[in-house]
């Protein structure tokens, strides 16, 4: 595929490299034919590598449709969902051609091989554009359910901006609902204690909800600050659910800062009991959102 061209409703996209890929995916980076801008093309192939092709297909047409739907669907309601430039599907495979950028995790391994920490504006920038993207996210009733560095990526001439990308797990809710049961998907560092039933795993009746995307942002902004993740020590994952699993006694310390309030805003998100949690709404109004750099 590498070097190979791509014709997607008609528009022959160059494709330069192999980005990405993901349990469903592989995305790849090209060029938009007629602006020059640099697109990243995630492809769904439905029939690929199973033992049990039919079920497989069926699963993998149906993430499909499910990303492409959320992410149009989201395109005029928040502008830090990635944008969708084109797309097509035919028996074989699903494909969507979007805004291309580099992911926060890469920016962050960067800082971690220089062992440079990044500088708290930029943390304060990256942060507060997450709180917003999830903020319009939740507005509209959706539930991202799998926030990570891996799943924002930094667009515009300086690599600023930030978009949200892989809503392939998120789920929508009913008015006045705030979480809902769901078999347990997620990562285990990012996850929060609520989504855990037992000390060696998710279970199959996790609760997910608003609030367990705001744990995953205290995970972040705890990353960024610190550069490690608070169960990023842990020997394997089942001592992370375990650790998590135990959490319902006590909360995660937070290392000492200079910046109360962001030690703060860590605290309220990193609370184990999800309904004394902040809400985005009310990461929007926190003294760390509103403070200037
Ligand atoms: N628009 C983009 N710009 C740059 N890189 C991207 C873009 N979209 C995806 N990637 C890269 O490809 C990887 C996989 O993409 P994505 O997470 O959307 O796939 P997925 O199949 O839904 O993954 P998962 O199995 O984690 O759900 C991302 O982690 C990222 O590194």
Redesign the pocket.
């Known amino acids: 595929m590498v070097g190979g061209r791509i014709v997607v409703r008609g528009v022959p996209y160059q494709i330069e490299r192999s ?7 592989l ?1 790849y980076g090209a060029r938009d034919p007629h602006t020059g801008r640099p697109v ?1 093309i ?1 492809i769904i192939n439905f029939d690929h590598g199973s033992h049990d092709v039919k079920a497989h297909t069926e699963s993998r047409r149906q993430s499909y449709w499910k990303e492409i739907n959320i992410l149009l669907h989201l395109q005029p309601l928040n502008p830090y969902i ?1 944008r969708v430039l084109n797309h097509d599907y035919n028996n074989r495979r699903g494909i969507i051609v ?6 926060v995790r890469d920016t962050l391994t960067r800082h971690m091989l220089s062992k440079t920490p990044m500088p708290p504006s930029v943390v304060h920038r990256f942060w507060t554009q997450m709180v917003e993207a999830i903020y319009y996210l939740h507005r509209a009733g959706f539930v991202h359910g ?1 926030i990570k560095p ?2 924002f ?1 930094q667009v515009g001439p300086d690599g600023t901006s930030l978009r949200l ?2 809503m ?2 998120s789920f929508h809710l009913p008015p006045n609902v705030t979480s809902r049961l769901k078999t347990g998907v997620g990562t285990p560092d990012y996850v929060a204690p609520e989504m855990v039933c037992s000390g060696s795993g998710f279970g199959s009746h996790s609760r997910c909800g608003y609030s367990a995307d705001v744990w995953a942002l205290g995970v972040i902004l705890f990353e960024m600050t610190y550069g490690y993740r608070p169960l990023q020590k842990m020997r394997d994952n089942t001592a992370k659910f375990k650790f998590l699993n135990r959490l319902r006694q006590r909360e995660i310390p937070i290392p000492r800062h200079p910046d109360m309030n962001l030690r703060n805003v860590l605290g309220r998100c990193l609370t184990s009991n999800r309904r004394r949690r902040l809400t985005v709404q009310q990461l929007l109004k926190h003294p760390y959102f509103t403070e200037e750099f």
Do not use: C, P, Y
């Open positions: 980005i990405g890929h993901g349990l469903h995916s995305v990243a995630k990635v979007m805004e291309r950028g580099t992911t799998d891996e799943n990526i990308i892989d392939g797990i």
